[in-house]
């Protein structure tokens, strides 16, 4: 048994964050959060040259070989910073579905496109609000052709393909689909509680639809891949929620009140140890999750759920908490605390709320000796 | 990063395991044994054979194993039944590692052997009416005389003071100085004439601490754990490791358990289980217990490199105890108006484990740092914050002001 990340992962831990600070300041997060961008493009093509979007595919498309336990290092820092770029629609869910379910033809004309960042990949399953399943859907599929819509799509209107989850063309069960995104598809943006994150519905009109995986068994495996997702979700959230410790730290070891720091008050410290906790619980169930998916371990579907719930609970207090420590200050545009609340809670959703993973959780440990 | 046993860890494992089959005791070796007894055959077995105390350097009594055999030990022996031997844990938790920071050769040899085979029971006779929380402000006094120094005083809250051999003790030795500077660390027999033990009945209904009254008991000076003076920052040695050792969140109600009452009660006319609310908040305790378990985890890759237990460690008493009470007390509430009955005959199915855990609880949110103090350890020696003002800095002990809860 080893508990801890290898040398070399440590020093990619390392140059990303370097990385992340000279290209992803704070400044970057905010001229997406107020311009006209729908993302930071600057960052993404730097960090496609990085190789990071390349991470787990395979060397023959184009990729780099690595492992999920680079992939989680990299999630952790993109959360650290509140990059926004399409890195969550794109690596894990998009690469993750086509590595997963690809034909080889699929493989070969998406994945070093993925890889060298030129293609953006979405994901798009829920349809409005409330939890998706597999029964409400009414998106369909006929002869190739797709047609219906879908709700509050994360980067849908850059990307340059979608996986799509719609009825089956024959029989009745649901099915993955691979769809160009080209003639058929139309995106709506829509406004959201994070414009340094970009969110569309998306209407498709008999766009062309490739059937990706079998035929009748896309909830299975969309199930199986929000799993995967959700390690690498948590490992993000546990960045961001890491961030909101190290601000509201820093703010009130500066902040003085009533002739002394903030910081010695039991109030603040107590608020402050109470983040740690949460945070270093995360980390650990993450690092079990970051394990689980790299060896597609048995207990998978638990150690996501796991690491999921802890890091978005983590990541919630922390945000919040970070803004009252701040007090007035915290509560302004002009101050960054505001990347932190927000995009907790787009991550928090992103795949499934804490309550939907809380009851995925219980489900999976049935199959699991406790 | 590899959560699964290399090829020397499965072999060591099949080892712990086949020993430990082959020889955990029988009913029938046990017959007419009260719990101390128990313990003491089923310890003075492991260490007769090596596998008590692994960790511990072979000269003592133990093997030089790894944290993570270590680990792999405790997983093993938790899957069979055998005796629990709890009572050795302030000995071989927290007084054996003081012990190997700062006694002599003689003495280790002397003692640690024994506290490996459980034959000595040790005793921490820290805290006292005017100094828990605030230990340094302990009364208690030393004077020398010769080659000995006199005790007078009180310690209160001394779990196992009745049954033990020997205790490790914090006294002061000096009034004029500021508190820390002033506290002095021995250990002695208690034995010792002048020690006057009273039991303290808890609201558990148990009776595990104690009062101890020390009137002029004689402890040599060859019993002195570092120099006159230091007795905080060897106090210091023995917490951190008191908080390692109790650090895993402890006994009492846990996941498995109350998940296995969920199943089994109905709420709203379906098991209780089914409800969604049930659910999250099971949720949130598997969160927490796997939390816990592989923050440990994480802290033996580093105690396996030689790092000594650090402040990080007082989050599993702090995670571990408050989870525990409130998962007592939602299992006590999905039983119903059933659920205050607490008679370990009538519960067949979980032995009071709920209502006992409710009652033990409170005092292991206080006991060894409570959960505020943890909370303040965090906050100061981990993220670095500022203390509060003090009242007590840079005078000396006599001027310090007290209150009346002393
Ligand atoms: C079951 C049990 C077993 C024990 N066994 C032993 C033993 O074997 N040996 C031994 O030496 N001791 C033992 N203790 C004693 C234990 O260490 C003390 O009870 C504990 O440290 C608290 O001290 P106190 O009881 O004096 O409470 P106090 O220190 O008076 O605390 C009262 C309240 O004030 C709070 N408080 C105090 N200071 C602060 C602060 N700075 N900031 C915020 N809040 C504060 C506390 O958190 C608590 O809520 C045991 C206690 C229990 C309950």
């Given at each position: 048994?080893?508990?801890?990340?290898?040398?070399?992962?440590?020093?990619?831990?390392?140059?990303?964050?370097?990385?992340?600070?000279?290209?992803?300041?704070?400044?970057?997060?905010?001229?997406?959060?107020?311009?006209?961008?729908?993302y930071?493009?600057?960052?993404?093509?730097?960090?496609?040259?990085?190789?990071?979007t390349a991470t787990v595919i395979p060397?023959e498309y184009g990729g780099?070989g690595?492992s999920y336990?680079?992939l989680v290092?990299?999630a952790?820092?993109?959360?650290?910073?509140?990059?926004?770029v399409p890195f969550g629609s794109s690596v894990y869910l998009a690469t993750e579905a086509i590595l997963a379910a690809g034909s080889d033809a699929q493989k070969e004309e998406w994945l070093p496109k993925l890889a060298a960042g030129e293609a953006i990949g979405a994901f798009a399953y829920s349809e409005g609000g409330g939890q998706a399943s597999a029964a409400s859907l009414s998106t369909t599929v006929s002869g190739g052709k797709i047609s219906g819509s879908k709700a509050v799509v994360a980067d849908a209107e850059i990307s340059q393909l979608m996986i799509v989850a719609a009825k089956a063309d024959s029989g009745d069960g649901c099915s993955l689909y691979l769809v160009p995104v080209g003639d058929g598809v139309s995106c709506n943006?829509v406004?959201t509680?994070?414009?340094?994150t970009n969110h569309a519905d998306v209407t498709f009109d008999g766009a062309a639809a490739e059937l990706l995986g079998a035929e009748g068994q896309g909830w299975g495996l969309l199930e199986k891949l929000l799993d995967r997702a959700a390690v690498l979700y948590a490992w993000e959230?546990?960045?961001?929620?890491?961030?909101?410790?190290?601000?509201?730290?820093?703010?009130?070891?500066?902040?003085?009140?009533?002739?002394?720091?903030?910081?010695?008050?039991?109030?603040?410290?107590?608020?402050?140890?109470?983040?740690?906790?949460?945070?270093?619980?995360?980390?650990?169930?993450?690092?079990?999750g970051?394990?689980a998916l790299n060896t597609d371990s048995d207990d998978l579907a638990l150690a996501a759920a796991?690491a999921r719930?802890?890091?978005?609970?983590?990541?919630?207090?922390?945000?919040?908490?970070?803004?009252?420590?701040?007090?007035?200050?915290?509560?302004?545009?002009?101050?960054?605390?505001?990347?932190?609340?927000?995009?907790?809670?787009v991550l928090a959703v992103a795949i499934g709320s804490?309550s939907v993973w809380?009851d995925k959780l219980?489900t999976a440990?049935?199959q699991?000796?406790? | 990063?590899?959560?699964?046993?290399?090829?020397?860890?499965?072999?060591?494992?099949?080892?712990?395991?086949?020993?430990?089959?082959?020889?955990?005791?029988?009913?029938?070796?046990?017959?007419?044994?009260?719990?101390?007894?128990?313990?003491?055959?089923?310890?003075?077995?492991?260490?007769?054979?090596?596998?008590?105390?692994?960790?511990?350097?072979?000269?003592?009594?133990?093997?030089?194993?790894?944290?993570?055999?270590?680990?792999?030990?405790?997983?093993?022996?938790?899957?069979?039944?055998?005796?629990?031997?709890?009572?050795?844990?302030?000995?071989?938790?927290?007084?054996?590692?003081?012990?190997?920071?700062?006694?002599?050769?003689?003495?280790?040899?002397?003692?640690?052997?024994?506290?490996?085979?459980?034959?000595?029971?040790?005793?921490?006779?820290?805290?006292?009416?005017?100094?828990?929380?605030?230990?340094?402000?302990?009364?208690?006094?030393?004077?020398?005389?010769?080659?000995?120094?006199?005790?007078?005083?009180?310690?209160?809250?001394?779990?196992?003071?009745?049954?033990?051999?020997?205790?490790?003790?914090?006294?002061?030795?000096?009034?004029?100085?500021?508190?820390?500077?002033?506290?002095?660390?021995?250990?002695?027999?208690?034995?010792?004439?002048?020690?006057?033990?009273?039991?303290?009945?808890?609201?558990?209904?148990?009776?595990?601490?104690?009062?101890?009254?020390?009137?002029?008991?004689?402890?040599?000076?060859?019993?002195?754990?570092?120099?006159?003076?230091?007795?905080?920052?060897?106090?210091?040695?023995?917490?951190?490791?008191?908080?390692?050792?109790?650090?895993?969140?402890?006994?009492?109600?846990?996941?498995?358990?109350?998940?296995?009452?969920?199943?089994?009660?109905?709420?709203?006319?379906?098991?209780?289980?089914?409800?969604?609310?049930?659910?999250?908040?099971?949720?949130?305790?598997?969160?927490?217990?796997?939390?816990?378990?592989?923050?440990?985890?994480?802290?033996?890759?580093?105690?396996?490199?030689?790092?000594?237990?650090?402040?990080?460690?007082?989050?599993?008493?702090?995670?571990?105890?408050?989870?525990?009470?409130?998962?007592?007390?939602?299992?006590?509430?999905?039983?119903?108006?059933?659920?205050?009955?607490?008679?370990?005959?009538?519960?067949?199915?979980?032995?009071?484990?709920?209502?006992?855990?409710?009652?033990?609880?409170?005092?292991?949110?206080?006991?060894?740092?409570?959960?505020?103090?943890?909370?303040?350890?965090?906050?100061?020696?981990?993220?670095?914050?500022?203390?509060?003002?003090?009242?007590?800095?840079?005078?000396?002990?006599?001027?310090?002001?007290?209150?009346?809860?002393?």
């Amino acid at each position: 048994m080893n508990f801890e990340f290898s040398d070399e992962q440590n020093l990619l831990r390392d140059q990303a964050r370097g990385y992340l600070t000279d290209n992803c300041p704070p400044a970057v997060v905010r001229r997406v959060l107020e311009g006209d961008e729908l993302y930071a493009e600057d960052l993404w093509k730097g960090i496609a040259e990085m190789g990071w979007t390349a991470t787990v595919i395979p060397e023959e498309y184009g990729g780099l070989g690595l492992s999920y336990l680079e992939l989680v290092v990299i999630a952790e820092e993109l959360g650290r910073a509140c990059a926004p770029v399409p890195f969550g629609s794109s690596v894990y869910l998009a690469t993750e579905a086509i590595l997963a379910a690809g034909s080889d033809a699929q493989k070969e004309e998406w994945l070093p496109k993925l890889a060298a960042g030129e293609a953006i990949g979405a994901f798009a399953y829920s349809e409005g609000g409330g939890q998706a399943s597999a029964a409400s859907l009414s998106t369909t599929v006929s002869g190739g052709k797709i047609s219906g819509s879908k709700a509050v799509v994360a980067d849908a209107e850059i990307s340059q393909l979608m996986i799509v989850a719609a009825k089956a063309d024959s029989g009745d069960g649901c099915s993955l689909y691979l769809v160009p995104v080209g003639d058929g598809v139309s995106c709506n943006h829509v406004n959201t509680l994070d414009p340094a994150t970009n969110h569309a519905d998306v209407t498709f009109d008999g766009a062309a639809a490739e059937l990706l995986g079998a035929e009748g068994q896309g909830w299975g495996l969309l199930e199986k891949l929000l799993d995967r997702a959700a390690v690498l979700y948590a490992w993000e959230q546990l960045g961001g929620a890491e961030s909101c410790l190290e601000m509201a730290k820093e703010y009130a070891m500066g902040r003085y009140a009533f002739g002394r720091p903030i910081a010695s008050y039991q109030a603040i410290k107590h608020k402050l140890a109470d983040m740690y906790v949460k945070n270093t619980l995360a980390r650990s169930n993450a690092y079990y999750g970051a394990w689980a998916l790299n060896t597609d371990s048995d207990d998978l579907a638990l150690a996501a759920a796991t690491a999921r719930v802890g890091s978005t609970q983590a990541y919630y207090y922390a945000s919040k908490e970070n803004i009252q420590t701040h007090g007035g200050m915290g509560y302004t545009w002009e101050f960054d605390c505001q990347f932190y609340y927000r995009r907790s809670k787009v991550l928090a959703v992103a795949i499934g709320s804490e309550s939907v993973w809380q009851d995925k959780l219980i489900t999976a440990s049935d199959q699991v000796a406790a | 990063m590899d959560f699964e046993d290399t090829a020397e860890e499965t072999a060591f494992r099949e080892e712990a395991r086949a020993w430990l089959e082959a020889n955990a005791p029988t009913e029938d070796e046990l017959a007419g044994m009260d719990g101390m007894a128990r313990a003491k055959f089923w310890q003075k077995r492991k260490a007769d054979a090596g596998w008590a105390c692994i960790r511990w350097p072979e000269e003592y009594g133990g093997r030089g194993a790894t944290a993570i055999e270590q680990v792999i030990l405790g997983q093993e022996e938790s899957k069979v039944d055998t005796p629990d031997t709890g009572v050795f844990g302030i000995g071989q938790g927290m007084a054996a590692p003081t012990l190997m920071a700062y006694a002599n050769d003689e003495d280790l040899k002397r003692f640690i052997p024994r506290l490996a085979s459980g034959e000595d029971i040790w005793c921490q006779l820290f805290s006292e009416p005017a100094g828990g929380s605030d230990l340094a402000a302990l009364r208690t006094k030393a004077e020398r005389d010769g080659d000995d120094w006199i005790i007078n005083g009180q310690k209160i809250w001394t779990s196992g003071a009745h049954y033990s051999d020997w205790g490790i003790l914090v006294v002061r030795t000096d009034p004029n100085v500021p508190k820390h500077k002033g506290l002095t660390y021995f250990f002695l027999d208690m034995k010792s004439p002048g020690i006057e033990i009273k039991p303290i009945k808890q609201i558990s209904g148990d009776a595990n601490f104690n009062e101890v009254y020390f009137t002029d008991v004689r402890v040599p000076d060859s019993q002195r754990l570092g120099e006159i003076g230091q007795g905080w920052q060897v106090s210091l040695t023995t917490l951190m490791n008191e908080r390692a050792s109790i650090g895993g969140g402890g006994s009492g109600a846990r996941f498995k358990t109350v998940k296995q009452l969920a199943e089994t009660v109905e709420l709203n006319g379906r098991p209780a289980i089914e409800d969604a609310g049930v659910r999250a908040k099971l949720a949130d305790w598997y969160v927490q217990e796997a939390g816990l378990k592989h923050t440990i985890s994480r802290t033996l890759s580093a105690l396996s490199r030689g790092a000594t237990p650090g402040p990080e460690n007082s989050i599993g008493k702090l995670v571990g105890a408050k989870k525990s009470q409130d998962m007592a007390s939602f299992a006590i509430d999905l039983l119903q108006q059933q659920g205050i009955v607490r008679d370990r005959e009538q519960d067949e199915a979980f032995e009071a484990l709920f209502q006992d855990t409710y009652m033990s609880v409170p005092g292991f949110r206080i006991a060894g740092g409570t959960d505020e103090i943890m909370a303040n350890i965090i906050a100061e020696r981990v993220l670095g914050l500022p203390q509060e003002p003090r009242m007590d800095k840079g005078i000396p002990f006599t001027e310090v002001p007290t209150g009346s809860g002393a």
